[in-house]
């Protein structure tokens, strides 16, 4: 056996990441920042029904008798105080009110089932709400429906040790579960920003990607069973955790991504892959051609056609990283993602965080994650020093432990914070093929010019998913004519999704046209028919509104 050779990686990368400016804390909960509509200094956000041109349907209101049936079914659990209502009417965004009079919190599905029975023959809307982190506003009510929080609903049922397979109610934090089975040497196999306040249950409805999708794929195929609660109160036990169940259609991917419209997911069944032994996070700076010193190695002669940006300086250095990144890593590549110049600005101007590198039109953060240290140190090793030497990298740090490998993760999960403080935000999460990725961002600058003040991209590249945000000082109507449609029509231009992660909600249910053939449509319609034929969840939501 030949004697491994000692990696010689250069200083740069052994540099812890530098104490920043401001805290390095656990990124605080969406919720715990938002606060209540009336706060002092924060304005109130205006009704939906006010800035977006819908009608409400013919719903029941609801009335004092209503009232007394769920205080007898929920006893202690019936919210109507107007200032404890204030926060759940509002998305996390600030951009959506509704105006809902009664909160429901529910302890168990059989509480879930008697609510909605109750609802379905009184022919009331309900609103089902986690932990209200959204970003399409499919949480938070419309006009008065009924808001039916899973807050309550946290017991962990059974999670077997040998298996992996996590049982629990749906309004579980999903950073609680995962310091639960982290505990028990299993990892969730999701992770997002969101962690400390969205719950279990919103991530299924919503279907959410988060973090750890280049690994272990999305929850259509982690998620094992479910139990859900039909519009009529029936209870659907799918709560299965059987890895194997080739018995007739798999109905638990109906309600995977359907976002409380076809029914109220009240537990989950989940597998968990085993807690990796090693992790290692290294932050790099791509290199951009202008700034290549004479004589050095051009990028741009590694390219393959395919990759080449013209339009996009410095983006296609990235696609090469990443595809270097996976023909080296291989199967101990846990995350690439990427940012640009602008993102990291903001996070430094409101969030106070030090950049751990030099300034660069782009930032690659890769995450590997593995059973086996030196081997993965190793891999890492190798494909660092290829990266390097070929020009693609020009700086960059390394964390190995626990407390710097979340600092540098800090700086990818605080980008929505840092935007939401920057004015008012356009969000878009699209998926697009990886070498159009960027393109959207370059053409929105040129298009919007100074009408708009920041123009951000950054995303899970390794999923082909674009974070493209807008910020301008206050909610325009010209901004948003100038933004949409062009960007869902860009998007369908390319054959991408306007929803790659975040969901339809409220406000994409009219775009998925440029996403959706009207056959698909149609058979979506025919099965919210089918399993809510009164139309009382969550509408208004993920369906395109009926003329």
């Known amino acids: 056996?030949?004697?491994?050779?000692?990696?010689?990686?250069?200083?740069?990368?052994?540099?812890?990441?530098?104490?920043?400016?401001?805290?390095?804390?656990?990124?605080?909960?969406?919720?715990?920042?938002?606060?209540?509509?009336?706060?002092?200094?924060?304005?109130?956000?205006?009704?939906?029904?006010?800035?977006?041109?819908?009608?409400?349907?013919p719903f029941s209101t609801v009335s004092e008798q209503d009232l007394a049936a769920f205080e007898r079914i929920v006893p202690g659990g019936v919210i109507t105080d107007p200032e404890a209502l204030q926060a759940p009417n509002v998305d996390w965004l600030r951009t959506l009110r509704g105006c809902s009079k009664v909160l429901l919190r529910p302890r168990t599905s059989?509480?879930?089932?008697?609510?909605?029975?109750?609802?379905?023959?009184?022919?009331?809307?309900?609103?089902?709400?986690g932990g209200n982190t959204g970003m399409v506003g499919g949480s938070v009510p419309v006009f008065d429906e009924i808001i039916l929080s899973t807050a309550r609903m946290n017991r962990v049922l059974s999670f077997h040790s040998?298996?992996?397979?996590?049982?629990?109610?749906?309004?579980?934090?999903?950073?609680?579960?995962?310091?639960?089975?982290?505990?028990?040497?299993?990892?969730?196999?999701?992770?997002?920003?969101?962690k400390g306040s969205c719950h279990i249950g919103g991530n299924v409805a919503t279907n959410a990607g988060g973090l750890r999708f280049l690994r272990y794929g999305s929850l259509h195929g982690t998620v094992l069973g479910l139990e859900v609660v039909l519009a009529n109160g029936t209870v659907l036990d799918c709560l299965t955790s059987l890895r194997k169940d080739n018995t007739g259609?798999?109905?638990?991917?109906?309600?995977?991504?359907?976002?409380?419209?076809?029914?109220?997911?009240?537990?989950?069944?989940?597998?968990?892959?085993?807690?990796?032994?090693a992790v290692n996070v290294a932050f790099l700076v791509t290199c951009v051609p202008p700034a290549c010193g004479p004589g050095s190695?051009?990028?741009?002669?590694?390219?393959?056609?395919?990759?080449?940006?013209?339009?996009?300086?410095?983006?296609?250095?990235?696609?090469?990283?990443?595809?270097?990144?996976?023909?080296?890593?291989?199967?101990?590549?846990?995350?690439?993602e990427f940012m640009d110049a602008v993102c990291m600005q903001l996070v430094g101007r409101h969030l106070h965080l030090a950049s751990p590198v030099q300034e660069s039109p782009f930032y690659v953060l890769i995450e590997t994650s593995g059973s086996n240290a030196g081997h993965d140190a190793e891999k890492l090793g190798r494909f660092l020093e290829h990266v390097l030497g070929s020009g693609l990298v020009t700086d960059g740090t390394m964390a190995t432990d626990q407390r710097k490998v979340k600092m540098l993760w800090t700086l990818r999960e605080r980008i929505t914070e840092a935007l939401s403080r920057d004015g008012y935000v356009y969000k878009y999460d699209l998926s697009l093929p990886v070498e159009r990725l960027y393109d959207i961002v370059?053409?929105?600058?040129?298009?919007?010019?100074?009408?708009?003040?920041?123009?951000?991209?950054?995303?899970?590249?390794?999923?082909?998913?674009?974070?493209?945000?807008?910020?301008?000082?206050?909610?325009?109507?010209?901004l948003l004519a100038a933004l949409e449609?062009?960007?869902?029509?860009?998007?369908?231009?390319?054959?991408?999704?306007?929803?790659?992660?975040?969901?339809?909600?409220?406000?994409?249910?009219?775009?998925?046209?440029?996403?959706?053939?009207?056959?698909?449509?149609?058979?979506?319609?025919?099965?919210k028919a089918l399993l809510d034929p009164k139309g009382i969840?969550?509408?208004?939501?993920?369906?395109?509104?009926?003329?």
């Not at 997911?265 to 807690?275: D, E, G, H």
């Not at 969840?537 to 003329?547: R, V």
């Open 1 to 57: 056996m030949l004697p491994r050779r000692p990696l010689a990686w250069p200083a740069w990368l052994l540099r812890g990441a530098p104490g920043a400016a401001g805290s390095w804390g656990r990124p605080v909960g969406p919720l715990a920042r938002r606060g209540c509509c009336s706060a002092p200094g924060i304005p109130e956000v205006p009704l939906t029904r006010e800035r977006y041109p819908v009608r409400r349907l």
């Open 110 to 129: 059989e509480e879930v089932s008697h609510i909605l029975r109750h609802c379905h023959e009184r022919n009331l809307a309900v609103n089902p709400q």
């Open 162 to 194: 040998v298996s992996g397979i996590l049982v629990c109610q749906a309004g579980c934090v999903l950073e609680e579960l995962s310091r639960y089975v982290e505990e028990r040497d299993f990892i969730m196999p999701l992770d997002l920003g969101a």
């Open 249 to 277: 259609y798999d109905l638990k991917q109906l309600f995977i991504g359907s976002e409380g419209t076809l029914g109220i997911i009240t537990a989950v069944s989940i597998l968990c892959p085993p807690k990796p032994r």
């Open 297 to 336: 190695p051009r990028p741009a002669r590694l390219l393959h056609p395919a990759l080449r940006t013209p339009g996009c300086p410095g983006f296609a250095e990235v696609l090469q990283t990443f595809s270097t990144c996976k023909g080296m890593l291989g199967e101990i590549l846990s995350a690439f």
């Open 442 to 478: 370059t053409d929105l600058r040129a298009r919007l010019g100074p009408h708009a003040k920041h123009v951000v991209g950054y995303g899970h590249l390794g999923d082909g998913n674009l974070h493209l945000n807008v910020t301008a000082e206050a909610f325009s109507p010209s």
């Open 485 to 527: 449609p062009h960007v869902y029509e860009w998007t369908a231009g390319q054959q991408g999704s306007v929803s790659a992660e975040h969901g339809v909600g409220f406000r994409k249910r009219d775009v998925l046209g440029y996403s959706k053939p009207p056959g698909a449509l149609q058979l979506m319609q025919q099965l």
């Open 537 to 547: 969840l969550n509408p208004y939501k993920t369906l395109p509104s009926q003329a």
